[in-house]
């Protein structure tokens, strides 16, 4: 926020503290207030208002107030054609302007207007939670969302980040948001998140927004090792000797933890794994190879589906590989594969009994799948995933292939 904002949310501070809960007009009254507000100190008391309002909402009185943003806040589909017509007969400058501001809805600029208030981006990214939630039931709140989808794109932009490293002497609120984002492999209080923390072998990443410098938005956790890893106890495993960090040849990305659901659909994925490989690449030039040890989360389904048994390694690692290359529309069917390769890595390796967790056993059947990021050939292999190919190495492949052949029989 600017030093003037700052000024100026401390004057409401000192003003209306408690003054927010005590406005009886309905809060579609104040949203039209803020849209027609045309001073900045009226427009952030509105602003706060609104916001304090609906953080007191329950779930109906929230999804009347998405109703009414979403249609009364719309675009005049009228004006947007006269615009457009003009624009089309002259292409000027005053004629560009004019559509420009025709084609965007009112919504957009609601929504910049709370964003004013200190403190209001996070509760505009919580507010953004809410409606998805609401939305799966209600698909018409789905135009609203595809605005606020287009501002946090903008406001959350890599430009913006900050990645910051996460060790043992990070702040304890920070850590602990650590332990409640992880959403790959449970994190089992402070003595499950040292392990994975202070050894000189271990690493952790994290993007930041400047405007929420305490809640991370996306993480990284990075073991440092000697070969390709093939199984997730040996890197959580209690007791282990540290490899000292110069000894290593491996990067092994282990769990990306995504931490904002209000932010669901704004991609930091692909740049925090850039941005820590040549971190790391310029701080252990010994380091060769960047890989991941990832679940595939929809693998136990999609056997189920089709009647095909899990006792056989052997068997379960050609269908777990025919299964990440297999195609669903223009896509991989499996999630986990869709990140990564639409990142630019590679399926590398596939690994049978490599998660014995209760949750790996009934996702996955316990396979893991290792993805390669070469940087020699990120660009290639993000033209071919473009292109609708699945890149996977030779043996994954040949073992893709002889998985049809079998279900053919």
């Known amino acids: 926020m600017s030093l003037l ?193 202070e050894p000189p072998d271990r690493r952790c990443f994290a993007f930041f927004h400047p405007v929420m410098p305490d809640d991370p938005l996306i993480f990284v956790e990075v073991a440092l090792t000697r070969g390709v890893p093939g199984a997730i106890g040996d890197l959580l495993a209690q007791g282990r000797d540290a490899l000292a960090p110069e000894q290593a040849d491996t990067a092994v990305f282990y769990s990306i933890s995504n931490c904002q659901p209000g932010l669901a659909g704004i991609s930091f994925g692909n740049s925090l794994i850039k941005q820590v490989v040549a971190d790391l690449a310029l701080e252990l030039p010994d380091l060769r190879t960047f890989v991941t040890l990832s679940p595939a989360p929809g693998l136990a389904a999609w056997m189920g589906e089709r009647q095909i048994g899990a006792d056989d390694p052997d068997t379960l690692k050609r269908f777990a590989a025919r299964y990440l290359t297999e195609i669903s529309g223009s896509r991989p069917r499996d999630p986990v594969a869709r990140f990564h390769l639409g990142n630019g890595a590679e399926i590398h390796d596939i690994h049978t009994g490599a998660d014995t967790s209760a949750t790996g056993q009934a996702q996955s059947h316990g396979v893991m799948v290792n993805y390669l990021y070469d940087p020699a050939n990120i660009a290639r292999n993000l033209e071919r995933f473009a292109d609708g190919q699945v890149v996977a190495a030779r043996k994954i492949q040949t073992l893709a292939r002889q998985a049809e052949v079998k279900d053919s029989t």
Do not use: C
């Open 5 to 197: 904002a700052d000024l100026l949310g401390t004057v409401f501070d000192r003003r209306y503290a408690g003054a927010s809960g005590h406005d009886g007009r309905p809060v579609t009254d104040l949203a039209r207030a803020l849209i027609r507000a045309r001073d900045e100190v009226t427009g952030m008391e509105l602003a706060r208002r609104i916001l304090d309002r609906f953080a007191a909402m329950d779930d109906g009185a929230k999804l009347a107030f998405f109703g009414f943003v979403t249609d009364e806040m719309d675009i005049d589909p009228g004006a947007v054609r006269t615009a457009l017509d003009a624009y089309v007969a002259s292409h000027g400058t005053p004629e560009y302007t004019a559509l420009m501001a025709a084609a965007e809805p009112p919504r957009q600029d609601f929504a910049r207007r709370l964003n004013r208030v200190p403190g209001a981006t996070a509760r505009l990214v919580a507010m953004r939670a809410d409606l998805l939630r609401l939305a799966r039931d209600h698909p018409g709140l789905g135009r609203l969302d595809a605005d606020l989808r287009h501002l946090f794109r903008s406001w959350f932009n890599r430009g913006f980040l900050v990645l910051r490293p996460i060790n043992w002497e990070s702040p304890a609120n920070v850590l602990q948001k650590i332990i409640a984002y992880e959403a790959v492999h449970e994190i089992n209080g402070w003595d499950d998140l040292r392990r994975r923390l």
